[in-house]
């Protein structure tokens, strides 16, 4: 017996039919937002995510599924959308002409991070990402997407939406020179990874979970009360807007994003439910990316959630059923098989979610099918009924039976169904 590899799993049964309702949820509301679908390819060259999400972040330091391909071609699974959406971008000119474009994509990325609950090696994420303006009512729209998203997955009250900014390139590198002046005086207090990140990523260290830490970069000095005056008035816009929006929000001074393309407005939806993987979903503003991946000096703004989360969430409120048919044909090898298929088939053109039981045993056998199936009707087709054109129809859940003529019953179970 094979079985899978670690930290990837199988989704089937109530988590597949939770999952179903999240994602036609998802499209509804991508679309009432007006953005269009970006499909991406699975595999991309490693240098995209190298360069686009930093070479000192945790996915590309250690998280990649990364390998030279047979032609020698150094490739990796996506860990992300947002490198490959980029790159996407560029390489099809998508900014001729030069306008505002709203992608959504849905799919698999990839992170060879250390498995545990609600952390996965392939995991799922819905995602936005908006080129061509910097407008900070942009922003808050991203942000009310990613709260109309939980909200219609029916998750809204589990969750809460956290903002900050975190600068740009003109106020950054002052603040960051504070803050590494701050941490330096406080190293001995780090933890070794925070050691290590003193040099390559300061920053970063604001997000540790560890107690020590947590406990110096509490007193640290934090780059919401550096922001250079451009980066106040687009953090204190982007707050009205969200007003605006009817957007409940709370500024975490302490966060920080694991991935180093973004500037400004950065934000996570949180929730409490799910240990210690608190993150549903999380994005920010990266305006300088495009330009750092080969394109023109155009700014872009989105966001991912984590769809198995979402799901997690959603099981933990209510059992989502799998889908049960609307009609269950019983009929007898010989006898009725060749209507009964024939009426699959009326029934389906119709759009009524209809089963049978192929292997015809027992009537008795095929009852208890019906029943446990749940299907709202079940329809015999027996050798009598079928001799005078008729077709018993028993209703599953008043138990009562009635005849109805074959050539009627498509529209008889459609009236039904209302
Ligand atoms: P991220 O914060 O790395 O951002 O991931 C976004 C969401 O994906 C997380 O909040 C979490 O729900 C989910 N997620 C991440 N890793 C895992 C995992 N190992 N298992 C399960 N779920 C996971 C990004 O990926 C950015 N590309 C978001 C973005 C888009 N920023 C701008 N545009």
New binding site residues.
Partial sequence: MYRKVKGFRDIFGSEAAAWERVERAFRDTFHTFSFSEFVLPVLERTEVFNRGIGSTTDIVEKEMFAFEDRDGTQVALRP???ASIVRAYVENKLFNPPEVKKYFYMGPMF?R?RPQK???RQ?F?A?V?VFGTSAPALDAEVIHLLDTLAVNAGIGDMVTMEINSIGCPACRPGYQEKLLNYLREHSSELCEDCVRRLDRNPMRILDCKNEKCKGVTSEAPVMLDHLCGDCVEHFDNVKEYLDDFGVEYSVNKMMVR??DYYVRTAFEMVTTSLGSQN??????R?DGLVKLLGGPEIPGI?????I??FVSLLMLKEEVEEQKADVFVIAFKDVSDRKAVQLLRWFREKGIKTLMDYDMRAMKKQMKKADQSGARFTLILGEDELEKGEVSVKDMHSGGQELVQIDKITDYISDKLG
Wanted: glycine residues 32%.
């Fill in positions: 992300e959308g947002t992170r991070e609600g952390r996965f995991f994420q995602g990402e694991g991935l993150a549903v979903g999380a994005g920010g990266y989105g966001f991912a959630l984590g198995d989360r």
